[in-house]
């Protein structure tokens, strides 16, 4: 059974897919995705769109039952509902962050800004509301991993005492590791490739996030805030990642 917070179509061989039976999601992928969703229909219908479309998925309904999950095997993703029984999904989002960068979408039927921006801030990568077309929620997923395995090309790029490595996918400041998620590691690395210049949220948009639509702002102002707080000496008075007011951010190496 269908539930109404999805919308997909069914192609003849009966599974779900985002585009009907003239275009077929599957590509050639197999990373494995932890698919937790407390509604039993909408669990069933995106674990069979999603394998359609080539990932391997675990799926579970209950908050504890997948953060035993996540422990058990390695997942390249976590899609991740926000109402969950015995842990929520942001408690579980803040449990995975405390021990690893693992890219994560949110799922959540309300539209609320505070529950997308209370994920975002927790550190999700992205977000997806109900009701969904499994098209969105794959291309979503699609563009995380890109983020997450596509290694940026370039030398070495060094911002005050910071060091940014695109090869290593790694950062350091004053010689300390520096945790970044992909999305974060991403945004920083187009802001420090072009110091100076401002970036409009939308240019953000597409270059981070992938989309060549009009998306969220949102997510540009939460990320930078994360980034902020793990990079500048006094997040609350930022000096390297500068607020551009009504246009965007630039990046201003004293």
């Not at 394998?51 to 999950?69: I, M, P």
Request: net charge negative; hydrophobic share 45%.
């Amino acid at each position: 059974m269908t539930s109404p917070m999805m919308k997909p179509i069914v192609t003849p061989e009966g599974y779900p897919s985002a585009s009907g039976a003239e275009h077929r999601l599957r590509g050639d992928v197999d990373e494995h995705v932890l698919l937790v969703e407390d509604d039993a229909s909408i669990r069933e219908v995106a674990t069979l769109g999603l394998e359609e479309a080539g990932f391997r998925v675990t799926a579970s309904g209950d908050g504890r039952e997948a953060l035993v999950h996540f422990h058990q095997a390695p997942f390249d993703l976590v899609v991740l509902d926000v109402m969950l029984p015995s842990l929520d999904g942001f408690e579980v989002c803040r449990k995975i962050r405390r021990e690893s960068q693992v890219p994560i979408v949110m799922l959540s039927a309300r539209s609320d800004t505070v529950d997308i921006v209370v994920g975002l801030e927790l550190g999700a990568d992205d977000y997806v509301t109900k009701p969904f077309e499994l098209s969105e929620l794959v291309a979503r997923i699609k563009a995380v991993l890109r983020r997450s395995t596509s290694a940026p090309a370039g030398a070495v790029i060094s911002v005050d005492d910071l060091e940014i490595d695109p090869a290593a996918f790694r950062v350091r400041r004053g010689g300390e590791d520096v945790a970044l998620t992909a999305t974060e590691f991403k945004l920083l690395l187009e802001l420090a490739r072009r110091p100076k210049q401002v970036f409009t949220r939308e240019l953000l948009l597409e270059l981070v996030w992938n989309y060549d639509y009009l998306g969220d702002s949102r997510l540009v102002d939460v990320a930078v805030q994360r980034l902020r707080a793990k990079i500048e000496v006094d997040p609350k008075q930022p000096r390297l990642i500068r607020t551009v007011r009504g246009v965007g951010y630039r990046l201003d190496p004293s």
